[in-house]
């Protein structure tokens, strides 16, 4: 535009000047092209400085535009690797243990489709005195000639020096191409280390600095980043230090395969690249280089310091892993200039010196020049009219595609309502009494239930159903995730029970069958989906409870001979992962005594997560406070209850999770003869 503007101006003078000239002397026609020609080669070179350093500055926004949508890809490399590390670490806080098959069972899939991960390792904290232990145990898993090893001074792996604890590679996927690493205590590395105590004492995903592996014969730099892993209770750590910390899962991420994958999503043509570890000594910084020369024209310490050679097109970013620095440095290569660059600064220079120095043969062709300008301008007037036409037909189109798709709106949201309808109409409100055929009021057992859903529909799902004449079966399950999606999973769980309903008097039979067959189902689609459920039998003809626990929320118990409350599975060591984790995991049945006037109050962790205005979760305490206090109402009043309490502690009446509640009251005393 502003050439055009320049090529305008210049011919609107020159037409000027050409009036003038047809008037003058010869003397004057000499003294205005003297004045015409230093008027051109000055504008001529004015304007080529000022194109050239608008090129400049157009090349470095491309040249950056280019680096940054690499960088996008990688830093989206980084945090899907990282998500995965967060969810095997998900793995070890939903078990109790994670035996070896487990563990390369969930992390197979993860390094198979994520080619970055060089590898995925569970790594105990050992004490010396159970160091024999874990060797025996590896020896029993498989490897025979397994031991706690460190590298001697011509890094070799031999057997480590008795120290007083170890951080040995104990699990590792994929196994081939890191068995050499198999037992390798990382505490013997002084930059490992300072990263396991730093995260040992804090509870945070560090990273190290880049590091050689110990399985690599080719010098390839990795970065190692730990997830601390301690004793839990209800998904949380208990205490937070180096003494109680049971070990890290730990991803292994090898810097050039990173690079290899970001380049799958984008490629960098023609750009060099380095990426640094400002950390790191002198000399050192640089870990690995992509497509680089040998010379890259620019010092280590100019390129951490961020400093760019005059007119040189270069660009620095600082990315992180986890908590750990570093740097990419990006320089185009000689290709990326020539398929980019233009020479317009050049045309202009030389066009406007050819039009300087023809000038006179130019004003004898004046009047055919303006009638040609005065046809691309009316060509031009043309074009813009049918661009106006053409603007207009567009704008036609979008407001009919947003008619279109307000329309499409509206039809999802009376989707959402039917589905939130039909919801509603599967929620549980004919409870089975006992014995049968008497009425509630009468019953030797009592319910109360409350479901309030986040959204539309929910994820969260109770069933009482009667299993023979003398026993019920009481189900709660989450879905993990919210919305439709967690709905759709509720439906199938229905369907599911409804299919092993003649196995359902046993509840470590029932959830081990249910597990399998809903895992069977879910592993066929790539999303991940499980379920935390809790099942229990009342079975009033032996005066018992029994019951197991996949991954739920342990319910409370309020005897009526005591006066606290207490978790119902008590001692017993009946909890299992959450249904859809593992397909082949069995789960344990625990049994309780049936009493007169006990109080059971299932739930969801929609309730206990509920938080105030500071951020402060409702959590386990307060809600057996609340429960204690309210225990003496009938089953649905304490729900009531319990639930104004949660609302008067956050001060909101909404909650952003799905809340299900479920209230059992024991009148066994009552007479066993329907009315």
């Not at 890809?73 to 243990?97: H, P």
């Not at 000639?145 to 890094?155: A, H």
Request: glycine share 6%.
């Amino acid at each position: 535009m502003g050439t055009l503007y320049m090529q305008g101006f210049g011919i609107e003078s020159f037409v000027m000047q050409t009036k003038k000239l047809t008037s003058f002397s010869k003397l004057q026609s000499t003294t205005a092209l003297v004045f015409i020609s230093i008027v051109g080669i000055a504008m001529s070179i004015i304007a080529y400085f000022y194109l050239t350093k608008l090129e400049k500055k157009l090349l470095q926004s491309e040249f950056e535009k280019d680096a940054n949508t690499f960088i996008a890809s990688l830093e989206r490399e980084i945090a899907i690797d990282l998500a995965e590390l967060e969810s095997t670490w998900g793995l070890y806080v939903a078990s109790d243990f994670v035996s070896r098959d487990e563990f390369n069972l969930f992390t197979t899939p993860i390094v198979e489709k994520h080619k970055s991960i060089q590898a995925l390792e569970w790594v105990p904290r050992i004490r010396h005195k159970d160091r024999s232990e874990y060797v025996n145990k590896a020896r029993e898993d498989g490897f025979s000639s397994f031991e706690i090893k460190e590298l001697d001074d011509q890094q070799q792996l031999v057997t480590a020096e008795k120290r007083e604890t170890y951080y040995p590679i104990y699990y590792v996927e994929p196994f081939a191409g890191n068995e050499y690493a198999l037992g390798y205590d990382l505490a013997s590395d002084p930059v490992r280390n300072a990263t396991i105590q730093q995260s040992a004492e804090t509870g945070e995903m560090l990273a190290t600095k880049a590091v050689k592996l110990v399985q690599e014969t080719k010098g390839a730099t990795a970065i190692l980043v730990f997830k601390p892993f301690y004793p839990q209770k209800d998904n949380t750590a208990v205490e937070i230090s180096v003494d109680t910390l049971l070990g890290f899962v730990l991803g292994v991420y090898r810097v050039d395969q990173l690079f290899e994958q970001a380049l799958n999503y984008y490629p960098l043509n023609n750009i060099e690249a380095l990426f640094l570890d400002v950390s790191a000594p002198k000399g050192d910084k640089i870990i690995y280089s992509y497509n680089m020369n040998n010379e890259t024209g620019v010092s280590e310490t100019e390129i951490t310091e961020g400093i760019s050679p005059e007119n040189e097109l270069t660009y620095t970013y600082n990315i992180k892993v986890a908590n750990q620095a570093f740097k990419l440095w990006f320089k185009p290569a000689p290709g990326y200039l020539a398929n980019i660059r233009n020479y317009i600064p050049l045309m202009v220079l030389a066009i406007g010196l050819i039009f300087t120095l023809l000038v006179s043969a130019y004003m004898r062709f004046l009047m055919s020049r303006e009638e040609h300008i005065k046809q691309v301008v009316q060509r031009r007037t043309i074009e813009l009219s049918d661009e106006i036409i053409e603007r207009k037909l567009v704008e036609v189109q979008l407001e009919e595609s947003a008619t279109e798709l307000k329309g499409k709106n509206e039809e999802l949201e009376n989707d959402l309502v039917l589905a939130r309808e039909l919801q509603q109409a599967f929620v549980l409100t004919d409870f089975p009494s006992y014995p049968e055929g008497v009425a509630l009021n009468e019953s030797q057992v009592r319910y109360g239930r409350i479901y309030i859903p986040s959204g539309a529909v929910g994820g969260d799902y109770m069933d009482i159903r009667r299993l023979s004449e003398h026993k019920i079966g009481v189900f709660m399950g989450d879905v993990s995730g919210h919305g439709l999606r967690a709905a759709l999973v509720v439906s199938s769980l229905r369907g599911l029970f409804e299919q092993l309903s003649d196995i359902a008097d046993n509840p470590g039979d029932f959830i081990t069958k249910l597990n399998k067959s809903f895992s069977s189902i879910f592993q066929l689609n790539e999303r991940f989906m499980f379920v935390s459920c809790f099942y229990c039998v009342l079975d009033f003809e032996n005066k018992e409870i029994s019951f197991t626990n996949a991954g739920h929320p342990s319910p409370f118990i309020m005897h009526s001979n005591k006066s606290e409350v207490d978790d119902l599975t008590g001692d017993q060591d009946i909890h299992g992962p959450a249904v859809g984790l593992t397909p082949n995991n069995v789960y344990k049945t625990g049994k309780l005594p049936m009493q007169d006037g006990d109080v059971i109050f299932l739930y969801t962790d929609g309730i206990y997560e509920a938080h105030n205005e500071n951020g402060e979760e409702y959590e386990f305490e307060r809600l057996k406070d609340s429960l204690k206090r309210h225990a003496e109402l009938p089953p649905h009043d304490i729900l009531v209850a319990m639930l104004n309490d949660v609302k008067a502690f956050s001060h909101r009446s909404e909650f952003e999770d799905d809340v299900c509640m479920l209230a059992l009251g024991f009148n066994i005393e009552k007479s066993l003869v329907p009315a």
